[in-house]
Each structure stands twice: as C-alpha cells, then as structure tokens.
C-alpha cells in the first residue's frame, strides 16, 4: 500500500507515493540524499539524524509517511555550514572514517540553534552528543572541535 | 623550499568530501537497478542440510535467482585477507551443505528489490539433520563431534593444524632454561585470564557491489582493507582467474581488521558472475554482529617469576584461542599473544604455547590488537599480581624489568629493539595520572572509591618479512604529482600521511600529490592495510619511489641544461645548476618534454618489504572510579604515553591513539558476544552489545615520547593497534587498586564487580 505525502526537502516542496512501512531514511536515500547513513537500525547510533521541522529525529525510526506536511533538513541542505563546521573537524583529524560525520554534524548544528546567545560548555556538549556513535575517534576530536567552533561562532556574533 | 610536513597536523586530504556528506562510499555509487543480494542463515548451531526448496521463492515477482550449496563450486578456500600462502585453513565454500553456526550462510537470494528477497528468503524451505555442536571451546579439542570432517580440507602452511582434532593451529615455542628458572624464582604467580570476542563494530556494516565491465570482468566494489587479497579470495572461490577481476574500494566507513576479512564479497560476485547483472549485499547491523569477524576469545595461563630482587626468570604463556566455525586469522592471531606480551620484559627464559580450536560459533578475524590486545591483558595483569603478591609498587616492578632499546627480545623472533622510549612512556603517564599521589586508592566524598592502575604495551610494525608496499609516482604535466597506492585508506589518514611524505621528498606541497588508492587494476601489488603495516611498509615504499622519481627529474633536466645529472639540483620546481642557479628548467617544462618525442616516462614504483617489525611502545595508566553500591564503574581519567617513532602527523596519530583507547575502554568494561545455550548470539545489535559514548568516560589524554626508528620511514614506527592494548589491563589492575578484587575475565561490569563487593562482605 503506498501513500502519497507532501514535503519539503532542504528547501524544496516534494510530492512522492511511499510504501506505508516504509522509513524516512531509505527514502531520503532514495531522493539522492546520501549523507543519510544507516548504522544500526535500532535508534542507538545516530548516523541517520536528520532534521524535521528543524528539531533531530532519527530518520531510522520515523516513518516515511510521518514527513507529510513537515519540513525536512539533510546535509545537503546544509552545504556552507557543513564545509566551515567540517574544518573544525578537519584541524582535529576527528572525521576519521567519516561515515558518523554527516549524523554529527547535523547534530551540531542543530544544538547551535539551541544556543543562540552563548556557547554550550563542554559538559552540554557531551550530553547533546551523547547519541551519535562515533568508532575511529574516541570522541575528543569531536569535543575540541566543536568547542573550538562554538566559540569562535560566539566571539564573531 | 615547501615547509616539511612531518609531524604537522595537516587537514586529511578527504576531509571535505566527508565532513559534508558527500556520496563516496560503497552503497552511495552503487549502480541504480543492481540486484539486491540477501542471505538466508543457518538457524542452528552444527547442522546438515536435507534438503531445500526453492521453487516457492523462485515465484516471488522479482527474485531473480536462488542459489544453494549445489550451485557453487566445491574447491575450499579461506576469507582471510593474508598473503598466500595464507596459514587460514582451507576451509569454506560459498554455501556448504554443513552449517556450522547460527547465522552460516544457506541460501543466496538476488532480486530485483529488497522487498522481493526478504519474501524470497522466508519461502525457502529447508530440512536440516541437526548434529551436536561444540559451544564450549574448552572442550573442542579431540572432541568426537568434528567441525570440518570434510576430505578437502586443507592448509598451506606448516602451522600445527588438524580437522580431525578440530585443531586450526598449535604450536610452542621457548629459549632459555624455563624450569630451572622458575626453581630459581623466589615469587611466582601463575594465573588463567580470560578473554571474551568483541565486535569491531565499525560504523559502516559489511557491504560490496559487483558488475561486469565493458571487456566481460568482474568489477567488485567494496568496503575493503585489502583490495588485492579479494581479488586472489574471490579467484579461488569463484574458480575464475584473477586476471578476470578487478577489486576498487572508494572511502570506506571503518574497519579494525574487520574487514581484512573477505566477510561479504563472494555473494554478490558469485550472482554477478552467474546472472550478469549488478548486484550488491548490505550487511544490517544484526548480519554484522551475528556473522563477521570478532576478535578471538582467549583463555590465557599465565606464570612468571622473579628473584628476591624482584628480576624476572620466566615467563610463561599459554593460548587457548576460539576460532570458531572458521580458521580465519587464527594461526596468526594467537601468535600474537605471546609474540608481543612476552617481550615487554626481560627474563632469562621464556616459553609461549598454543592450541586455536574450532567450534560452533561465528568465525573471529582480525580485530585491532590482533592477539596482542589478549595477550597484554594477561601478561599486564599478572606483572601486578605478582607485584602486589611481593608488596612492591607495580610501576617500579615494571621500570625495573621492561625491555630497553638496544635489548634483544627473545620471544620476539630474536629481534633488538633499535627504538624504545618505553621508559619515558612510563614515567610521563605516572606524572600525568598522579601516581605517587593517587597509588593504590582513594575514597572519595560521595563514597565512590577510585583506584589507579596502569599497564606497559607494544605491538608490531607490518609482518616481517611478508608484507609489501608499493607505491607509484607519476608527473602530471603541470607539474603535479599522481601517487597511486595499494593501501586501504580506511579513515586512519594513510592516502594523506603517505601523501605529507611524498610532498617532503619532493619538495612541494601536499596539495600537489593527488592520491588515488586501492584499485587492483590502477594500484602498485601492497599487501593491504593491516598489521600496522601502512606508514611503517608503503611509507618505505613511498621513500624509495620518491628518491627514485627524483633521480629521473634531474637526469632529464640535467640533459634538457645540456650537463650531467651531478652537476644540478632539483628544488621541487625547478632543475638547476649548481654551479650557475640561473640555468635552470622549471618541473613543468621537463614533464611536456617527456611527453613529446620522449622515449621516458616520467614516473616510477618502488616496493618496500622489512625483514623486521619494530615495535612502537606505549603506557596506559586508568583511574576508575567505582560506586560500591551499584557497582557502576567509570573511568573517570586515562594517560597514555605513546612512541610510535617519529609521529608523521599529529592530528592523526592523536585521533588514532584517542579512538584506540576508547575501544579498548569498551573491550575492558562493556563489549562482550554473549551466546545462548543453542549457540544464538544475543548481542546482535547495538541494544544489547553497547558501545561507549561520550558520557562513558571522563578524559583520554595522549602524550608522545617520540624513538627515532631507523628502518622506518622519517624514523616512524606503526600506531594503528598498539594503542587498543593497555585499557583492559589497566582498568584491571585499577580495579583490583580500587576494591582489593582481581578480575581476571573481561568485561569488568557493574553486576560483576558488584557480585563480587556482596560475595567480599559475605552477603
């Protein structure tokens, strides 16, 4: 049984027919946004985040049809921000393999809405991130980076 | 003159493609329309296949093909990713009409969509007459119920194996008088250590995708660590030559030796070859967990001894070690636990023995560590015992008797450790942690009590001997560079460190050597990316092929100056004459000479082998902090100190001793594959087999005691795995300092630690 749903992907309103067992993030996938990354299937990993209506979801365990009439944000609707985020990364040699990235960076700069007048500390930062698993790094690459790029973002505003 | 980029912290030179989510990796260029390739598993332990139905499945709208153990070609071969002749048994089919665990493959499915193979695979009917399974590796060998009966079983090597006593190796191996040293011993500790498989559990699962190109080959696209031993895994598997396949692996999502396993490309190659059409196979994470590669479980006897000054005599060690329904990685593995736990210490004798079974579940491969991380464990455990048993401080028993650089090492093949910082290593972390201060307990405000301990390590650098790199360097003609390598780059920075090294030698920057890695077709032979192999072998490589390709820039500027190739230098632009630097021809002008009415190529390989392996060496101290009513343990600080010879980059080595550190912090306190009585694995996802997370650990602070490796590259020894080995041990011995309770099985969980508080108190 498919169903058809309206949505707006990184901008742009989509119309599509889904299977009604079907997950966000195959058929993000599928729309050709391969920053979308599967990694464990069971909400514990936090690759596939992506966002709807600016908030993150795990779009391993939303279903596709949820996305009807809502706004959905992947990484490619977040190229400029991604790159300079990145080159934070990048100066830690925290992207490793790479493969959690897209799932972190989204998550990152999502909590950057979330602080609009002060950078998080370190401990917020952990927190926040505690659900996207990240194998090569060991996880203080990340938290250099993202405090290094928190407080440069907040001495520039 | 470009500035040198050794020791820098340059960008990896992918950093953006993945930092932003661009499409490089194996399922993202996938060709639209491939065949989906699905596996149905064996649901039992050991079992024979009666038979199977497939025609109910065949009927799916979309299923495309089924194909059974009937289908596939009956010459045995190994996935193991290790140079031939491998010392892996020869011991798999594609499909085999014996399962051997729960979760050995029985049938493959390829269609058209994921739905039709998911319903394809539940239609598929199939009788087994199950047969006793061997769940308990204690008592596999000389069982009556034999793993690999079969008459074409076979091994290449020499390495102690035997079907018929369900042996995939043994051996031992001693130098020295170990009984009249252990007699001469005043203090001997003797103790059993544990070890439990762990998953590499790389974020990126298993996956491959296939197609025949434009002249009739086998194109495989897959998320490997070694390009070229697929190709010689699927020659033999398949039954078609080599020079019929091309293997290409694009950014890969993580290996750790996972994927120095052929784990999933024989399925989609073999339907690609049979139906001509493309097809791929995604591991999901519960294929991952259940059928991979997971370290070795290892039971470990540990005796050492030392005089009344506290030297040692002996060391002894023996392996027992789970290879499971396969042999994959086991001679070799269980080589390592005495090979590099032993020679951390100087003892006049020492003896190493080993049995490596067969059994009933998954088959292990290569994990990080690679037998070293079980070994350490053991060795690094039972040093403090033996300490604590003298009454001396663990930290001074192990600067007393560690091995110095110039030393040679007995149980190390007989090899002298040329570079060797371990003592700096030491006193550096003691001084970080707080030893004098923290050592043994404290017991804090809120009544947790945190203990202190710590552990020596070292690893390998490449397998002496066997391993080769190879790395190629063409001139492009604007005056750039293409270096074209064998290696995996699999997110530990290889493409960019072999890269820095290529831009050093040739005087120019990083951003002029564009890199293209792991294509059998385009890349010079390398062994692959594992056994710490890369920077230490390729970087070699990469040394030689850059003096030689220097050789060739100013043989033909010198001849474009009209002079001898003595006469001229080369600054990375420009040839020049040494006596006049105005004669000069700039790097771009020779490279259009080369191409036009040259009989020169501008380009040269160079292979690198080592008849040694030096080992980096490193020290791991933990501070946990332990809730005595709960059990919760938490490790709230880690410091380590590594010398890994000279550090190429330091962003990278960082990272990588950061990340091996974490994992070996989940190895010692959370990471176990957990089997039911019927042999079902029950931390088949990343519900049940936890990870660690950020909030899991408190601080990981690495410092660097640089050695200057003189057969290495710029100096530089290997990082990759030395730095997964010294959290089990540590945590351990912290925990012991902590609560007075040796843990000698790993993980060390809540429940077990707080098992053990009640049975201390007596409740």
Redesign the interface.
């Known amino acids: 049984m498919e169903y058809p749903i309206t949505f707006t992907l990184n901008g742009v309103k989509r119309s599509v027919s889904v299977p009604a067992d079907r997950y966000l993030l195959e058929q993000l996938r599928e729309m050709g946004c391969k920053s979308v990354k599967r990694g464990c299937e069971t909400s514990g990993c936090g690759l596939c985040t992506v966002w709807m209506d600016g908030k993150p979801v795990l779009s391993c365990t939303v279903l596709a049809v949820r996305a009807d009439g809502h706004q959905i944000t992947t990484l490619e609707g977040l190229q400029p921000e991604a790159k300079i985020l990145g080159g934070y990364l990048a100066d830690e040699g925290g992207e490793q393999c790479g493969y959690c990235a897209p799932g972190l960076m989204m998550t990152l700069l999502a909590m950057e809405r979330e602080y609009p007048d002060r950078a998080p500390t370190e401990a917020e930062i952990r927190h926040y991130l505690e659900g996207n698993l990240c194998r090569c790094s060991g996880y203080e690459s990340h938290i250099r980076a993202a405090v290094a790029y928190f407080q440069d973002k907040r001495e520039v505003k | 003159m470009s500035k040198s980029y050794m020791g820098s912290?340059t960008?990896?030179k992918?950093?953006?493609?993945?930092?932003?989510?661009?499409?490089?990796?194996t399922d993202?260029i996938a060709p639209v329309g491939c065949l989906v390739v699905k596996l149905l598993r064996s649901p039992h332990a050991h079992a024979r296949i009666q038979s199977i139905r497939t025609d109910l499945a065949m009927k799916v709208p979309g299923v495309v093909a089924v194909y059974t153990w009937e289908d596939v070609p009956q010459e045995r071969f190994t996935l193991a990713g290790q140079t031939y002749p491998e010392p892996s048994a020869y011991d798999r089919l594609i499909l085999d009409r014996e399962v051997r665990f729960v979760g050995d493959p029985v049938a493959i499915v390829a269609a058209e969509t994921e739905e039709a193979a998911d319903k394809a695979l539940r239609l598929i009917k199939v009788q087994y007459e199950l047969l006793p399974a061997v769940l308990d590796y204690h008592t596999a060998k000389d069982n009556e119920t034999l793993i690999h009966p079969e008459e074409n079983w076979h091994c290449l090597c020499p390495v102690g194996a035997d079907n018929h006593r369900n042996l995939a190796a043994s051996g031992s191996c001693e130098e020295g008088d170990v009984e009249k040293a252990f007699a001469e011993s005043k203090w001997v500790v003797e103790e059993t250590y544990h070890t439990k498989a762990c998953q590499?559990?790389?974020?990126?699962t298993f996956r491959t995708w296939c197609q025949m190109d434009a002249y009739g080959r086998l194109t495989v696209v897959s998320s490997t660590q070694i390009v070229f031993h697929v190709r010689r895994i699927l020659s033999n598997a398949l039954g078609i030559p080599k020079s019929r396949i091309r293997v290409v692996k694009p950014?890969?999502?993580?290996?750790?030796g996972a994927k120095q396993t052929s784990v999933s490309e024989i399925y989609p190659a073999f339907v690609t070859l049979k139906t001509g059409r493309p097809s791929k196979i995604i591991f999901?994470?519960?294929e991952s967990q259940i059928a991979s590669s997971p370290r070795h479980e290892m039971e470990l006897r540990v005796k050492i001894g030392a005089d009344e000054a506290g030297n040692l005599k002996a060391i002894e060690v023996y392996t027992l070690s789970n290879t499971g329904a396969y042999a994959e990685h086991g001679p070799t593995t269980v080589g390592l636990s005495g090979h590099k736990s032993i020679p951390l210490y100087r003892s006049e004798a020492f003896r190493f023995s080993y049995d490596v079974v067969y059994t009933n579940q998954m088959s292990a491969g290569a994990y990080r560590g690679y037998g070293a991380t079980q070994g350490i464990f053991a060795v690094e455990s039972a040093i403090d015992e033996l300490a604590h048993k003298m009454g001396v401080d663990p930290a001074a028993l192990r600067m007393q008797n560690m091995v110095r650089q110039g030393d040679r090492m007995p149980a190390y093949y007989g090899e002298i450790s040329l570079s060797n910082t371990m003592d700096q290593c030491l006193q550096k972390v003691k001084e970080a942690i707080g030893w004098e201060e923290k050592y043994p307990r404290r017991v804090m405000p809120d009544g947790h009590i945190r203990g202190v301990g710590l552990s020596l390590d070292m690893q390998g650098s490449g397998i002496s001997g066997v391993d080769v790199g190879s790395v190629t360097l063409r001139v492009s003609d604007d005056g750039g560079y293409t270096m074209l390598l064998g290696c995996a780059d699999?997110?530990?920075?290889c493409d960019t460190i072999l890269a820095q090294m290529a831009a050093d030698m040739l005087n120019c920057p990083i951003e002029s050597i564009a890199v293209l890695s792991g294509d059998t077709d385009a890349s010079p032979y390398d062994s692959g990316s594992y056994a710490s192999s890369t920077t230490y072998i390729t970087g070699m490589a990469c040394v030689k092929c850059c003096k030689e390709l220097t050789g060739k820039i100013l043989s033909y500027g010198a001849e474009m100056l009209s002079c001898q190739p003595e006469e001229v230098e080369f600054d990375g632009e420009y040839v020049f004459k040494t006596e006049d630097p105005a004669q000069k021809v700039s790097l771009r002008e020779i490279s259009y000479k080369a191409e036009s009415g040259s009989g020169k190529a501008l380009e040269a390989t160079a292979s690198h082998y080592s008849p040694t392996s030096p080992p980096p060496y490193m020290v791991g101290a933990a501070e946990v902090d332990i809730d005595p009513e709960t059990g919760k343990l938490q490790v709230v600080q880690y410091e380590a100190a590594v010398d890994c010879g000279t550090v190429v980059?330091e962003?990278?080595a960082?990272?990588q001793?950061?990340?091996?550190?974490?994992?070996g912090i989940g190895m010692a306190t959370m990471e176990d594959v957990i089997y039911d009585q019927k042999g079902r694995d029950m931390s088949n996802?990343?519900?049940q087999y936890r990870?660690p997370?950020?909030?899991d650990f408190g601080?990981?602070h690495v410092q660097f005691c640089p050695s200057y490796e003189p057969s290495g590259p710029f100096g530089a020894k290997s990082i990759g795995e030395v730095v997964i080995n010294t959290p089990s041990p540590a945590i351990a011995n912290a925990v012991y300092n902590a609560i007075g309770i040796r843990f000698r099985e790993l993980p060390i969980t809540a429940e077990k630690i707080l098992l053990a508080l009640n049975e201390k108190d007596g409740k």
């Open positions: 912290r960008r990896k992918d950093w953006e493609a993945l930092t932003t989510g661009q499409p490089v990796y993202d590499q559990a790389m974020m990126e950014r890969i999502g993580g290996g750790f999901s994470r519960y699999m997110g530990t920075g980059n962003n990278l960082r990272v001793a950061e990340g091996g550190i974490l994992q996802s990343f519900m990870l997370t950020k909030e601080k990981i």
